[in-house]
């Protein structure tokens, strides 16, 4: 295939975490979908004679998205009406925002690249149709119509699928953060639409044929629709066709992207003002506040981290990905700070935290990645593993005796790292006397690999250790073998 170079831009809608919806007192909660058409209201249902109230939280927390994501926040802003006609949208128009959206121009860093945001409005979501099997008709159940319904929309900056799903999971983290919405793909509660066309070196980045593809359900599948479409595209114009301007969706079973509809020329929504709402005004002094209230964001706690506690860039970027867990690790870091003040612990405080973040990105995330957890899910509480990272870095257990500690401490009855060791006893050997007795034990024992090392042989000496180990089931400490074995055998 030949050379291209690629344009992408996305769309993303997000459902807000807001107590009732857009335009009405109508509830607006988790899992309301699971009884059809019990949450809704004569708003909702455009019954005659109802008026939209915009919802105020609902706004405010796309102005903080806008806050977070560099965004300049409008100070006049007013909602239209985008009018076309589908069975879930009962009005026959929704109320959505045009030429004065609540956010401008913004951007969020994706490594060392920026990816440019041209807008964020505000809207409401539209109803679901479900065509249940068997039947030869549609159902609409109104419960989603009328849900706050935020729409981001980016420059054409993004260049590769990998790029994409990282963008997506960088402003989930965001919304997350600000705890706006919980943003779940997989519920359909963010929602992604992809636009993709090549052009040649040289050319004007917006010079090819831009194709869509809409309702990507997850990151994986926003990478692979894209990386999919990028290959088809460059195998099309390679063999002379041209590209057609159409929407397509994503086939998870095939692996591909498949043509739903064509678009021969744009859509033409005839938007005007929506007449039964005021333009909203929004002082300086508001808008300052609204900065000056929000929570430390993901990429400025993951600097922060990074700074402060000296952590490795990849371990660093797990901790900060949720908000719960980057809250459980400093909680950690807390408790250890303080057991090492009071003599509690040892060892340097400093390698005691890197542990408790190796700890957490290795052996504990390993255990929630196969119980399909999260960290707020866990009875393991923060004192506790903190306790354990202790006993660990002073040397206490050895990391196979802290792994059987904390696969209990998941698992087991009780969470406390001191009664399992006890219970266990799994308490390293650190006894000069005693650890002497085993290792002369192993050394009259193994008098060829005595004189293998000897010999010039250094591997011997690892054989050696693993039989000082074995004489002591697993429970000798290990840096104290060594140098005991090397004081005897020099």
């Known amino acids: 295939m030949s050379e291209y170079k690629v344009t992408i831009g996305m769309e993303v809608h997000v459902e807000l975490k807001t107590d009732s919806k857009m335009f009405s007192g ?38 903080m998205a806008g806050l977070a ?102 402003i989930q983290q965001v919304f997350r953060y600000l705890d ?3 943003a779940d793909m997989e519920r359909g509660q963010m929602r992604c639409e992809v636009n993709v066309s090549l052009h040649k070196e040289g050319d004007d980045k917006l010079s090819g044929q831009k194709v869509e593809i809409k309702n990507l359900n997850s990151f994986k599948v926003v990478e692979k629709s894209i990386e999919y479409e990028i290959i ?35 859509d033409d929504y005839r938007y005007f003002p929506e007449p039964d709402i005021p333009p909203m005004i929004f002082t300086d002094e508001y808008i300052e506040e609204l900065r000056r209230s929000l929570p430390e964001l993901p990429y400025q706690k993951e600097e922060r981290f990074t700074a402060e506690y000296d952590l490795s860039e990849g371990n660093c970027a797990v901790i900060t990905a949720d908000k719960d867990t980057a809250n459980f690790f400093e909680h950690v870091v807390s408790e250890l700070m303080d ?38 899910d866990i009875k393991i509480s923060a004192e506790n593993f903190a306790e354990l990272i202790g006993i660990v870095a002073d040397g206490t257990i050895n990391s ?15 969470d406390d790292p001191s009664h399992i060791i006890e219970a266990k006893n799994l308490a390293q050997i650190s006894d000069t006397g005693e650890l002497e007795k085993s290792v002369n034990a192993v050394l009259e024992a193994n008098q060829s690999s005595v004189d293998d090392y000897k010999a010039g042989k250094e591997n011997a000496i690892k054989y050696l250790m693993g039989q000082v180990m074995s004489e002591t089931k697993g429970k000798a400490n290990p840096q104290m073998v060594m140098e005991i074995l090397k004081e005897k055998l020099n």
């Not at 005691?352 to 999260?374: D, H, P, R, W």
């Open 26 to 63: 109508a509830p607006n909660h988790l899992g309301m979908e699971d009884r059809p058409n019990t949450s809704i209201d004569p708003v909702t249902t455009a019954q005659p004679g109802s008026l939209p109230v915009p919802n105020q939280q609902a706004i405010k927390f796309v102005q």
């Open 232 to 266: 088809r595209q460059g195998k099309a114009l390679d063999a002379g066709e041209s590209i057609a301007q159409e929407t397509r969706g994503w086939d998870d079973n095939k692996g591909k992207t498949v043509s739903q509809r064509k678009k021969e020329n744009a």
């Open 339 to 376: 057991k090492n003040k009071c003599g509690e612990m040892k060892s340097d405080v400093q390698k005691a935290i890197k542990l408790a973040a190796n700890y957490m990105v290795g052996e504990l995330q390993g255990i929630m990645s196969k119980e399909n957890q999260k960290i707020s």
């Open 180 to 182: 706006i919405a919980d």
């Open 400 to 414: 196979s005796a802290a792994q059987t500690v904390l696969h209990e401490m998941y698992f087991g009855d009780d």
């Open 69 to 170: 994501l560099n965004c300049e926040i409008a100070k006049t802003s007013k909602f239209d009406r985008k009018n076309y006609f589908y069975p879930d949208l009962p009005k026959g128009y929704q109320i959505s925002q045009f030429d004065m959206p609540l956010c401008g121009l913004g951007k969020i860093k994706i490594g060392s690249r920026e990816i440019g945001i041209t807008r964020i409005h505000m809207e409401e979501d539209t109803g679901k149709s479900t065509h249940p099997t068997g039947v030869d008709h549609t159902l609409v159940d109104l419960n989603r119509a009328g849900v706050p319904l935020m729409e981001l929309v980016t420059e054409p900056d993004i260049e590769t699928g990998a790029e994409a799903r990282i963008f997506c999971q960088k």
